[in-house]
């Protein structure tokens, strides 16, 4: 929330357009991360948390570069608080992922909900190939414009 709140109160077109990428990624991450890991989602659980670290090539990734850009653009001290608090949650990001402490425990997942699983984290990544086309058809804004 930080984040957005600081790409939006910058003002600039690159950091709003990094808002939306970054919303794009929670929304396709965060019906897979809002449920425990169950049996047979562990994998596509962790690969939503990679996405939302921002870790390239994933549309958070982007959504963090316009929003820097759009900080850089702004004030040098909002630059410096932004890249150390992203660097600080990139760090516990790749934590969780090497070192889970989640537990799996539970009846195993249809595979119907495991094949939904999997689609959303990967579109989570996938999307960060073609972000001007995601924001361009999912929220109707030009990338090549800022």
């Known amino acids: 929330l930080g984040l957005a709140a600081a790409g939006i109160g910058c003002r600039q077109q690159a950091g709003v357009l990094g808002v939306l990428l970054i919303l794009l990624a929670h929304l396709c991450a965060g019906p897979l991360l809002l449920n425990p890991p ?11 948390w990679l996405a939302l670290s921002g870790l390239p090539p ?15 653009a702004t004030s040098g001290p ?4 932004a890249l150390a608090a992203g660097a600080a949650m990139l760090v516990a990001a790749m934590r969780g992922v090497v070192h889970p402490e989640e537990s799996t425990e539970g009846p195993a997942v249809e595979p ?17 190939f073609a972000p001007a086309w995601a924001a361009g058809h999912l929220f109707g804004v030009d990338l090549g414009a800022g």
């Open 58 to 72: 994933s549309v958070s990734f982007w959504g963090r570069l316009l929003i820097l850009e759009g900080l850089v």
């Open 112 to 128: 119907a909900l495991q094949a939904l699983g999997w689609a959303l984290a990967v579109a989570a990544i996938a999307l960060g």
């Open 38 to 48: 169950r049996p047979g989602l562990e994998r596509a659980h962790r690969l939503a």
């Open 78 to 81: 909002a630059l410096v608080v």
